[in-house]
């Protein structure tokens, strides 16, 4: 009984962790820069299909492909950021929706013209694959791998807002964007870095993902709805809220699927639902 | 108002008489089916197959030059798929139906086969209930009953006692999960438990994980192709389910080609059960499948090998007519009719018009590096057992 406990939560929060890597840049541009960008899974995708690319026609090893996967996704974010995106900063939020949406449907097309509509096959390497046996445990190697991963990140993310120059500006910049400007901060700038940031996080996602959830066209949509509960749970802007969120999503969804398997996959949506009750603007939420 | 009659008429009547014209010299095949959308992949192997017997056969027939007239459903879409096959009997004057990828689209399209008496080729939808709703269709895929009842019964006859079934939560996941417990305990077997997870689930850890925890000496899956049977491999080796103690069966989806290769090795001792695999040991296949990869640069599949036999019933139909193609003449033509197919022997149900075919039995094995489905069991002339139980 106590393993079956632990092993659900164990995989409950390795679940958890990759809907926060995904779902962490949504939260950031969102609360931050007030922007409601739907297209954030596009750039989930990008990265997904940057590691299949690397790893099956160029024979890449799977970890040399993360970075990759990671700043593909952020240029082609800023591409987008400074083409298309800034011009409805200050545009109603339906406006917003619309372009982003569109955009998640031409990506799934233009992904589906390159790659067909073929599930993406990714081998990883022998020394991620397989489990392990701790006190009567199966633990996912992966699964190891990918906790591990994320809390690097979160750790490297939290101290590069917290404790940089940079970080102070972004913070400064939300906070009061008419004072920032004042004080001489290049806010433009700030934003879009930070914005590449959010989608690189969201590419790096989506290349860790491949492996437990596969990767085809559909990725743009199918996750959009996940990434838009941990976010609105956790609270905009909120890293610690986003941190949270995700791992009650993961944890909730991995339970009610072991437990409640009639049931399981409507439980997360329980849980959304009451949570926002109790808190409307999310457990970390600041408004 | 007599005007208007007027007009309808003379448009009925100059409709009538270019189908009379189109009659003589062509005969129009109307193939109705997802060309887009989610669906899109199953759609261009199953055109493929056609392509590939038009190829291979000719495009004359008794006489007759045969023309196909393509049109999409882009998807799940009964209203879409009625319409259409409407659409290219009326106006494009089609004496055949053709394709039907999913079962809503083939259920709507059988009223148009049943009121237009015109013969219907389901080329791919596999609920069982389908042929019953035309008199005048045929089909050369498979059945969910036949493929699975026979597999619960091989597996209570090859040892397996105690199974946990696991199958996506919508209409053929069901009927997959009843038609292999009926099988499996008709044959004595136990059900210890049954989970149906959400038709878009991603992660399954947390299903097989309980599946484990239940101590079965089998488990059964129900999974349709796309990203899910890869999921589910990686899940099944990452909890560290011994395939030797626990026999893990399933629909051939589950190891479809796409589906072994995102895998890998832990897709090794897969067990399922199919009616057609590219790796399927005949001379015919052989060929098949070689004269398939020199035209498209990929393997068959079970959707191009039901496009294939599919226009296979076609042309031999028409040839036993001598080009009539009326649908009570085809129909009577088609049943009973047998032939080797590149899956091996089939025949056409001459009471349910339904396909009657071996089921084999295959295991996942490495073979030359490459991770291929080895038959190494069969059930032959399996009918579709939920027709038979049919009151008469």
Same mark, same amino acid.
């Given at each position: ?41 596009t ?32 240029a082609?974010?800023?591409a ?49 694959r ?9 633990l ?36 009061n ?46 996750y ?25 999503l ?5 339970a ?6 009639a ?25 | 108002m ?16 270019? $189908?009379? #014209?189109?009659?003589? !010299?062509?005969? *129009?095949?109307?193939?109705?089916? @997802?060309?887009? &959308?989610?669906?899109? =992949? ?110 619960? $019964?091989? #597996?209570?006859?090859? !040892?397996?006692? *105690?199974?946990?079934?696991?199958? @996506?939560?919508? &209409?053929?996941?069901? =009927? ?17 438990g ?46 560290g ?67 294939? =036999? ?8 028409l ?36 396909v ?37």
């Amino acid at each position: 009984m106590m393993t079956s406990v632990f092993g659900v939560l164990f995989d409950g929060f390795a679940y958890g962790m990759l809907l926060f890597l995904l779902s962490v840049g949504l939260s950031v541009t969102l609360g931050m820069m007030n922007f409601v960008n739907l297209a954030h899974c596009t750039f989930g995708m990008i990265g997904g299909y940057v590691t299949v690319t690397l790893m099956n026609n160029l024979g890449w090893p799977f970890l040399a492909t993360l970075p990759v996967a990671f700043i593909v996704a952020a240029a082609i974010s800023v591409a987008f950021e400074r083409t298309m995106f800034y011009r409805l900063y200050r545009a109603s939020d339906l406006d917003q929706c619309l372009l982003t949406i569109g955009l998640v449907f031409v990506s799934v097309a233009v992904a589906a013209y390159v790659y067909g509509t073929i599930q993406q096959p990714v081998n990883l390497p022998n020394y991620l694959r397989g489990s392990v046996h701790v006190g009567g445990l199966t633990l996912g190697v992966y699964r190891i791998f990918l906790i591990l991963f994320a809390l690097a990140v979160t750790a490297a993310l939290v101290a590069a807002l917290e404790f940089t120059r940079f970080g102070a500006q972004v913070r400064a910049a939300v906070d009061n964007q008419r004072m920032a400007r004042g004080l001489g901060i290049n806010v433009d700038r700030a934003f879009a870095i930070t914005f590449a940031l959010g989608s690189g996080l969201a590419g790096l996602g989506g290349a860790l993902a491949i492996d437990i959830v596969g990767l085809d066209p559909s990725f743009a949509l199918a996750y959009l709805v996940y990434v838009l509960i941990v976010v609105a749970v956790g609270g905009l802007g909120s890293i610690g809220g986003t941190f949270a969120a995700a791992m009650l999503l993961g944890i909730s969804d991995m339970a009610g699927k072991y437990y409640f398997p009639a049931i399981g996959s409507f439980l997360i949506y329980l849980v959304m639902i009451s949570l926002l009750m109790w808190r409307p603007s999310g457990i970390f939420g600041r408004r | 108002m007599r005007r208007a009659m007027t007009g309808l008429a003379c448009l009925a009547a100059t409709l009538l008489a270019a $189908t009379a #014209a189109n009659a003589q !010299g062509t005969v *129009k095949i109307g193939v109705v089916m @997802s060309y887009s &959308g989610q669906f899109a =992949d199953p759609g261009a192997q199953i055109d493929n197959g056609i392509k590939l017997y038009m190829k291979q056969n000719g495009d004359t027939v008794a006489g007759k030059k045969i023309e196909i007239i393509r049109k999409d459903s882009g998807g799940v879409a009964p209203d879409v798929a009625k319409r259409l096959s409407q659409e290219v009997i009326v106006r494009d004057g089609a004496d055949f139906l053709a394709g039907y990828d999913l079962t809503p689209n083939a259920l709507a399209a059988a009223d148009v086969s049943a009121q237009a008496k015109k013969f219907m080729v389901d080329m791919n939808a596999a609920t069982s209930v389908i042929t019953t709703k035309s008199p005048y269709m045929v089909r050369t895929s498979f059945t969910v009953w036949q493929l699975n009842e026979a597999l619960g $019964t091989w #597996a209570y006859k090859n !040892g397996v006692r *105690k199974v946990y079934t696991l199958v @996506s939560d919508f &209409g053929p996941g069901h =009927d997959g999960e009843a038609a292999f417990t009926k099988g499996f305990k008709d044959a004595g077997g136990e059900i210890i438990g049954s989970a149906r997870y959400p038709v878009a689930n991603q992660d399954f850890t947390a299903f097989l994980q309980r599946a484990k925890d239940s101590n079965p000496d089998g488990i059964y899956i129900w999974v349709p192709g796309g990203p899910q049977p890869a999921a589910i491999g990686k899940a099944i080796a990452e909890r560290g389910i011994d395939k030797n103690k626990v026999k893990i069966m399933g629909q051939g989806e589950l190891t479809s080609e796409d589906a072994l290769k995102s895998m890998s090795d832990a897709g090794l001792g897969l067990i399922t059960a199919f009616h057609y695999d590219f790796n399927h040991q005949s001379e015919k296949n052989k060929a098949f499948v070689a004269a398939f990869n020199a035209e498209f640069k990929r393997n068959p599949d079970m959707f191009s090998v039901g496009g294939y =036999d599919g226009m296979h019933a076609i042309y031999e139909a028409l040839k036993k007519t001598g080009g009539k193609t009326d649908g009570d003449s085809l129909i009577a033509a088609v049943k009973g009719m047998s032939w080797e197919s590149p899956r091996g022997p089939m025949t056409i149900d001459p009471e349910t018009r339904d396909v009657i075919q071996t089921v084999y039995i295959r295991r996942v094995e490495k073979v030359d590096g490459q991770l291929v489905n080895v038959e190494f069991d069969k059930i032959e002339n399996v009918k579709d057992p939920w027709k038979a139980r049919l009151p008469k």
